[in-house]
């Protein structure tokens, strides 16, 4: 059956500009009356299926609410085709199967929701009866045609591309030939304008799904970004605790070799000698004893000040770095009993007070140096010289002992319990930014030096471990 136009020559004419007009409209084509509904179902229709579609639609508002546009556009087109016909063909025979046929158009286009978004057997089956539907209406009422528009998109949302495409073609050639069939003649408006516009829209929809493949795309690769740079931060500050720890307990080892270790080693050879001379000279073991007490007073000192700040204990008392190493010259003169006589002197005076860590650092590397002086050189004197100058303080250790063959930095010889002094010292001198150097020679004593710069005192940094 095929629609007919009633009533004289002009009112066919009216009513074939009018369908073709509304006709081309629902595609967008320009300079028809209802040129306003047609792009607006055609625009919520890209919107509704390419950034709504299955996977986006369900997470973004804006697209929920576009895919609504784009339903309420397909019944407004459906209501108004259907209205057109009765309006123009009341009565007719075919009246009742267009009424029926919209209809069942309409409750099949409910039913797609229900039937999920996936393309499954069922979804593709109710697709090509909808399509069939319509195709059956265009053919008794060209004016459905109107309704190819949401048709198209629904076709693109869920059909593979191939595949939507030949559906896409398929609706576009029922379109042109509903428009030339209400046409009084040929028109190439009509022909080339409905493939024109569904190219157009194709486009434009198959950009804006592969947009949303890269947004998608893009947004898991910042997650991966995001995951490695949390996992990166993780793992950079473990490495900081490890290094802080490593650090902590090289600081702490100098710390115990410098107080502890130097005190106690000083308390077994004062017992040792008190044991050897007891019964031979019972004074002088007691003098031994009483200087071995004094040195366990001067360690508990120093294990109470490791408890509170690991600061010197000389220096905790006060007056200075000056003011320690005169009381360290004076008790390792007193240990010694004579053996050893240490003497202390100043030079230049300092513009500002010296930082704690630099006091701190100067004072372990003093003790350390007599250390060695008293257990290893064989010396009768020893002299300790600190010079303040404008940019640096200088310490200078000197002895007249038996002296030894200095290895250059960085050598190190077999590695024994007892060599951790030098190394202590180089390590505490380099977190100051200083340099530590040795001057000796077999028969000729040794003079040790550390020079620390005062304009610039880095920060502690990990060094070689020095045991």
Do not use: K
């Not at 209400?182 to 304008?193: H, K």
């Amino acid at each position: 059956m095929v629609e007919h136009r009633s009533g004289s020559p002009d009112a066919e004419a009216a009513e074939g500009s009018g369908v073709s007009g509304s006709a081309a409209e629902a595609f967008g084509i320009p300079g028809s009356a209802a040129e306003g509904p047609g792009i607006a179902a055609g625009g919520s229709g890209i919107a509704g299926s390419g950034a709504g579609g299955p996977g986006i639609a369900g997470s973004d508002p804006d697209a929920r609410w576009l895919a609504l546009l784009m339903h309420a556009a397909f019944f407004l087109l459906l209501g108004a085709s259907l209205t057109r016909f009765l309006m123009r063909h009341p009565g007719e025979d075919r009246t009742p199967w267009i009424i029926a046929l919209s209809i069942t158009l309409a409750v099949l286009y409910l039913l797609g929701p229900v039937l999920g978004s996936r393309p499954t057997p069922r979804r593709l089956t109710w697709l090509a009866v909808l399509v069939v539907v319509w195709m059956v209406l265009v053919v008794l009422a060209p004016s459905f045609a109107w309704c190819a528009v949401p048709l198209f998109y629904t076709g693109l949302r869920i059909l593979p591309p191939r595949a939507a495409l030949a559906l896409v073609a398929l609706l576009t050639v029922f379109v042109v030939a509903a428009q030339l069939r209400l046409a009084d003649g040929f028109d190439p408006n009509l022909v080339l304008a409905p493939p024109a516009v569904a190219a157009v829209a194709t486009a434009v929809f198959v950009h804006m799904q592969r947009q949303a493949v890269r947004q998608r795309e893009l947004a898991a690769r910042q997650r991966e970004l995001i995951d490695d740079l949390l996992r990166t931060r993780r793992e950079l500050a473990a490495t900081e605790r490890r290094e802080g720890t490593l650090a902590e307990r090289q600081r702490l080892s100098m710390e115990i070799h410098d107080t502890l270790a130097q005190g106690l080693s000083s308390q077994q050879m004062l017992l040792q000698a008190a044991d050897r001379t007891w019964s031979a000279d019972p004074d002088a073991a007691r003098r031994h004893v009483r200087t071995a007490t004094g040195i366990a007073e001067r360690n508990l000192a120093e294990a109470r000040r490791f408890v509170h700040d690991l600061a010197p204990a000389d220096l905790a008392e006060g007056g200075g770095l000056e003011a320690a190493l005169h009381a360290l010259a004076a008790r390792e003169s007193a240990q010694a009993e004579g053996a050893l006589t240490v003497h202390c002197h100043v030079e230049g005076t300092p513009h500002a007070p010296l930082p704690d860590r630099v006091q701190s650092a100067l004072l372990r590397i003093a003790q350390g140096a007599l250390a060695n002086v008293r257990e290893h050189s064989g010396a009768t004197a020893a002299g300790l010289t600190l010079t303040h100058l404008d940019d640096r303080v200088v310490l200078d250790i000197g002895d007249n002992g038996r002296g030894f063959t200095a290895e250059p930095e960085g050598v190190r010889g077999s590695r024994t319990v007892r060599g951790h002094g030098l190394p202590a010292m180089r390590a505490r001198v380099r977190q100051l930014g200083g340099t530590l150097t040795i001057e000796s020679a077999p028969g000729e004593g040794t003079v040790l030096s550390a020079e620390v710069p005062l304009t610039t005192v880095p920060l502690p940094t990990t060094t070689e471990d020095p045991t």
